[in-house]
């Protein structure tokens, strides 16, 4: 059966990562593997590498990196939004503010879904609005569970610190208030996906005047509820087996 799709780099650099998906790889295995030259196979491994596509074990070994997963996950978005839009109705309605659920993407996080206030004063973020990783409690809960270089450079010119990075993740939510926008507070926590990555935050935003300068002491419980039950309920959705269908090579969550 031929697999070659014409494009010949791209070909390679399939061959390539293919050749990790049993485990860890030194250069030389890579070359056994896919048959490649040597000086060929280090440059494609070293390019994969620098979009996180490969990276690196302790003993110097090549492995699928991070960015596998990211767009693995991104992959389930749609079992995820059917999942949490329920989910942040009921949210909106035992607290009585609006709900919304964020996902990061590069340099901001994204509103992908919402159950807004019907009525009164009521923070509105619009599904698809972009807002900064560097403020707000969404964003610290976005963050917290990054690894350390990632997080270092997130952390340059937020508004919260490492400090209270290491709060969120020893709580498990983070709350904000006027960090983001004057007058508004919000709480935020994580839902998970296979190992226990960081998918997504649901949060629920007001006015300062009702959800105080404190707003976790109001809303954290219901709010870490639903993220639990959100991260539960994708573990065990019937489709939470390797996918099927033409997305079945992207894998799960």
Known sequence: MNNSSGVGVLDKAIS????????????????????????????????????RLLARDAA????????????????GEDRLLAIAQPLLVQLRDQTGESA?????QADLRVCVAAAERASGLRDTVP????????????????????????????????????????????????????????????????????GGRV???????????RLTRSPGRLHAAAVVAAGEKITELLRSAPDASPLRGPNAHLGNL
């Open 16 to 51: 390539v990562l293919a050749a990790t998906e049993s485990g860890p790889a030194t250069l030389t295995q890579l070359v056994q593997a896919t048959g490649l030259a040597r000086p060929t196979t280090h440059r494609i491994a070293v390019a994969l590498e620098h979009h």
């Open 60 to 75: 110097g070994r090549f492995v699928l990196g991070p960015r596998i997963t990211e767009l693995a996950s991104a992959a």
């Open 100 to 104: 919304q659920l964020y996902r990061r």
């Open 127 to 194: 599904v698809g609005a972009g807002l900064p990783m560097t403020a707000g409690s969404a964003a610290q809960v976005l963050l917290a569970w990054e690894d350390a270089e990632r997080m270092h450079r997130g952390l340059r010119g937020a508004r919260f610190t490492a400090t209270t990075l290491a709060t969120v993740r020893r709580r498990g939510w983070a709350a904000s208030a006027a960090e983001r926008e004057a007058g508004v507070a919000s709480v935020s926590a994580p839902i998970r996906g296979a």
């Open 199 to 209: 998918l997504a935050a649901v949060s629920v935003s007001g006015p300062i005047e």
